[in-house]
């Protein structure tokens, strides 16, 4: 997948590239505006993650302008204004997704990879690893054939981990990807816990094998290498 | 009291003041050039009388028409040459009491001593009185008309510029950032008066716009380095690293966390107090109410809360979409968050009031304090303190009103919303609208 990266902190966009990169996507940066509507022009990318705030204009009129040039790609924008309004008009003009800064990579890369499969793969909406698979239209789970009984959190909590596959998960991520960080800490990492408890004893009884591993101190990784 | 009538007491106090004094000085100096020049003209004609005498002319007791009255004087001559003596008496044969007015001179005539008498009558006082009243009256008819038309026209005239500077006033928004346009005038008062208005408005803008950007510089200024230190400290988390380096990095995690969500709070809370959020459109209360307690449903099963809710149905409130989410999402969370193991949270909706009850520890502190930033009912919980003050906000903006009690060792928070106008309702699409830009805490990455 390509990615352009619009966004003038060059750590940030920085941070964002090396994530990424081993998820082997091709990541571009482009730190104003300028040159972001030069990448536009030039080339094609899968995913944009776009700045509102740039410091030579408005990430919005990017928007504006990807829509009237028909560029066909997806628009993740990221923006610093934790604004509820900024959320809405960002959305309808025209872009797939928002997430507000600071976020967590695993959380950017889940959004990244919903938006893809929304937009690309008309009509497939199985998430595979093993002998896991996740419908995501009818957040069914299934584990060897057999049907598994998940909450919908559990079922989030699922495709996130499989989304973000050997990456190290950090409890906070984990509780701001199921819950939202709009309430003042609920992120209450006993509910996490149980979360993954309660995950990994229905995997364990269909038979499926244990990849969610506690990483210590930190929080969790679906380790793909588990056996 | 309106100005003009008040200033109209003042000129009428005055002119009543005024005219007592001047009906007084008038009738006594009208009544004193008339006896004067009734006095004057029996002088006359007692000094013809005396003539007539002196010259051997023969006198009748009639000098112009008049009775003089003469009488030789055995005395000496008296100091005082003339006496005059004012008398109520009556004509000869009529009733009427008339003012006679009685003029005596002593003259030394022909070596003789004479009294010579004459007297007249004048107007009485009374009459006199009657006139001026006449006047008086008929004055005072022209003053109150004239004052109370000509008060009304020229207020009018003067007081416009001041009506129009109160006008402006009241038309004045901060948030517009427009400032005051004031009409022009050469009263030095409401000149004055713009000048002080003016100034203060435009400082007011001034002060807003900057405080506005620095709200909006101060939460994505922080929020970037924040967002880089925190996409670090994953990355770093996945390299090989100790376990106490592990425990380190998500102690700095948990502070950066914490953090950014003061900050955005106190940005929010900012946005609030500026009444950022003012689209007030009727949000389906009992929608999101029971949206909002699905959300939360794992969470109360996991910590073994039990829910009873008491929802009515077609609940509409006039609230802003997103901050109802807020407000629900605060209070709910709350309300789960400060639980007792195996407590109980009830939830009752009705057209007038959202009541919300959970048990807990008694607060240490009292619960109206709660509302105010970073005060918390536990110094040792690991929340910020600062969702209720949000919810506080919404409150005060919306103009609900919002009590926390504690008794029983129940909290209850009750919110008893401002009368809906159902008018709001006619159009079904708007509520539509309203519904689709609600945003769920989370939107699940599908």
Known sequence: ?227 | MKLINKFTLWYLCIALTCTVFSTVITFYSIKSKMDNAAIDRLLTINQIAADKIRSGILWDSSVLGRKVQVQLLNTPMPDKKTTVSKSESSYPGSQKKEYRITVSSFLPINNKNYKITSFGYVIQSEHLLTGIEMTIIWKWILILSLIAISARLVSKIILSPFKETLKAIELFNIRHKKKLQLPATNTREFKELNSFVQAMTDKAVDEYVSLKEFTENASHELQTPVAVMKMKLELLAESAITDEQALIITEVQESLEKLSRINSSLVLLTRLENHEYSTHEPLHFCKLINETLDFYKELLEMKSLSLTKKITSGVYVSLNPMLGQLLLNNLISNAIRHNTGAGRIDVELTHEALIIKNTGAEPNVPTSELFQRFKKGNQSSKSIGIGLAIVKQICDIHQFDIRYTYSNRMHTIRIGFKEINTNFLVSPTSIINSESTVLMPVEPSL
């Open chain 1, 1 to 227: 997948m390509k990615v352009l990266i619009i966004e003038d902190s060059n750590e940030m966009a920085c941070s964002v590239r090396d994530f990424l990169v081993r998820e082997s996507y091709i990541c571009e940066i482009a730190s104003n505006f300028s040159e972001a509507e030069e990448k536009l022009f030039r080339f094609q990318y899968d995913c944009i993650l776009l700045d509102i705030m740039l410091p030579d204009g408005n990430g919005l009129n990017l928007l504006k302008l990807i829509k009237t040039e028909q560029l066909q790609t997806n628009v993740l924008v990221i923006s610093a204004k934790n604004g509820l309004d900024d959320k809405v008009t960002g959305l309808e003009e025209g872009a797939d997704d928002y997430i507000t800064k600071p976020f967590h990579l695993p959380e950017l890369h889940a959004r990244i990879r919903a938006i893809y499969r929304r937009k690309n793969l008309n009509g497939n909406n199985l998430v595979q690893f093993n002998e896991i698979s996740l419908n995501t239209n009818t957040l069914g789970a299934v584990v060897n054939g057999r049907i598994l009984d998940v909450t919908r959190k559990e079922f989030d909590l699922l495709l996130y981990f499989i989304v973000n596959k050997d990456r190290v998960l950090s409890r906070q991520s984990i509780a701001a990807h199921l819950w939202g960080d709009y309430t003042d800490d609920l992120a209450n990492f006993d509910f996490v816990y149980q979360h993954v408890k309660n995950l990994r004893k229905k995997i364990g009884a269909a038979r499926g094998t244990d990849y969610i591993c506690t990483v210590y101190g930190i929080g969790y990784k679906f380790n793909t290498s588990a056996t």
